[in-house]
């Protein structure tokens, strides 16, 4: 389009995505397949809305740097070795028998060694992006098929380090150094080779050491706009750290990402870069569509035809024959085949410094391009053929939890100070999985201290109740001590995620119905138990026998629950309940009163062991819990 402009551009892209993304997923086809035939409409081969993808590519990649980087915060380091299987075995198996029958292959039709082992290699890579996308459309993140998908695609990922490090290996040393831009410019190979280590290196450091601190000062001061802030300015700065020693910059931030894996900021950075992603990355995928050369395609339609079609069945081959070898069954080895058969977001990075090397002629990078961008958009249609085949529903069951990044939570326990802990230590102890929140850095870094697992993060934001797995857990425990937030927790939490029970904390009584009445099922108040504790040990001190005093507290618990219950029904209307308040006040004294009676008229001999048995039972017979109104 002559005369562009960023805003029209913006246009064009944006009106692009929202009209063909809904089409395809409306026609199962997933959001992928949506943003790559809108950019393949608007691009120079079609409408020609856009006539050089490329400017837009270099910033629409951003979107795979930021997804990286996320993905880097799921993979905790603490937990690779209880995917050992799906990581070291089937995604190193995967990406080196895939690239030596695709090496052997450019052989076959005359390539030079040299070239035929890049390309095959490149090639070896799937697309993170698509792959995670249309797993998570058809709702097999959590499924075997899943589970195994990320695996490989993790150690794929890795697996990028020594492909780009080997690269001005494989170069003529004429063209490498005349490839080389930045602080390699002129330098030999087994430096830049040594650059790319000590970037590495130093990206890890910095992630462990340097930002912790950081994001640690900054949510003290309790500056969301500056805690996203740093957190954009270490994507972007290990971007151009990445980039000055040749790397590509979604390599950089993954490793940031996985050097703060184990942070309790975690859960706080997944939910203020979330966002960006997700727009970027549809950016990214237009981009790609926009860049397949239909004329080029149609020139060579035969051995482009040849390339996808034979780079799907082999990739899909292989990774089929790996799983088996792993004793993994059939079914599944065929899915994850079919969803890892596509060429990567990698191969656009690696071919174009290939090509820049010398390593790979240009004409067939072109093809190779247009070759990994076709095979992005067969993979819904891989996934469903295998459906088809397969017959529906199959890998819809959970994989086993020890198999997994990290396991899904059982319940969410939001604030963890004195009243949060000592709930979510009981859960903890009977072998229930637990993911903690608070919005005090200081009270996240006095537990880290003490061991014990916490991430800082504000529970009333959604986005951040998200990324802490509330769409998975069972269970909501609002242990927050600021009475409005805790109320704002409830009714965002019952309106976006109705399979939480939820359980909060109540100042008073007042606090109780308020938040009943925005949706909580279990409330809490949080000095009742403790002043009813005290009263019983008040009535032992005074002479009470530990029997009857014990009965007193259980009686006192039930008639104040039952009168709380009846209260509940004239909550709103401050002069019924003021009313209805005295009534049922001096209601409950007199049959307090009544009960003590009846005790003082109860033969001792031979009650005793009933007493005891009825004491026992008391308070758990009938839990303190209040039914919404």
Known sequence: MEGSTPLLMAMVYLSAGVLAVPVAQRLGLGSVLGYLVAGLLIGPSALAFVHDPAEVMHFAEFGVVIMLFLIGLEVQPSLLWHMRTAFFGLGGLQVLLSGLALAAIGLAFGMDWQAAVALGFILS????????????????????????????????????????????LLADDSVSNAAETGLLKGYPAWAHAAAVIGAVIIVILVGRFLMRPAFRYIAKIRSREIFTALALLLVVGVSLLMQAVGLPAALGAFLAGVALADSEFRRELEGDIEPFRGLLLGLFFMSVGASVNLALAAQHFGLLAAMVFG???????????????????????????????????????????ASAAGVIAADISALSVAAVAISMALTPFALMLYDRLAGPGFSSKPEPEAGSLEHEPDVIVAGFGRFGQIAARL?????????????????????????????????????????????????????????????????????????????????????????????????????????????????????????????????FRRHDEEMVTALAK?????????????????????????????????????????SQAETQAGPQAEPHALPQP
């Open 570 to 610: 004239v909550w709103g209307d401050d002069e019924k309940f003021a009313v209805a308040l005295r009534e049922s006040s001096e209601r409950m004294n007199q049959l307090l009163a009544a009960d003590m009676e009846d005790r003082s008229l109860e033969p001792q001999a031979g009650s005793q062991g009933e």
């Open 427 to 555: 859960l903890m102890v009977n072998k229930f999985n637990i993911s903690t929140l608070d919005a005090s850095a200081e009270q996240v870094e006095l537990v880290r201290r003490v061991g014990r697992r916490v991430y800082y993060g504000d529970a009333t934001r959604l986005d951040l109740l998200r990324a802490a797995g509330a769409a998975q857990a069972k269970l909501l425990i609002v242990a927050i001590d600021d009475r409005d937030q805790a109320e704002a927790l409830v009714e965002i939490a019952k309106q976006y995620f109705p399979n939480l029970t939820i359980l909060a904390r109540a100042y008073d009584r007042r606090h109780a119905y308020r938040l009943l009445d925005r949706g909580a099922h279990v409330v809490e108040r949080e000095t009742f138990e403790g002043g009813l504790a005290i009263g019983e040990k008040a009535l032992r001190a005074l002479g009470l026998a530990p029997d009857d005093a014990a009965r007193a507290s259980a009686s």
């Open 125 to 168: 890579l799937s697309s993170t992006a698509v792959v995670l996308q249309s797993l998570e459309e058809k709702g097999l993140r959590k499924t075997p098929t899943g589970q195994a998908s990320q695996g490989i695609l993790l150690f794929q990922d890795v697996a990028t380090i020594p492909m780009i490090a080997a690269l001005p």
């Open 311 to 353: 780079l799907m069945a082999v990739k899909a081959a292989v990774i089929y024959g790996v799983m088996r070898a792993f004793g993994i069954p059939a079914r599944t080895a065929a899915q994850t085949g079919a969803a890892l058969s596509q060429g990567g977001e990698f191969a656009f990075v690696l071919l174009g410094l």
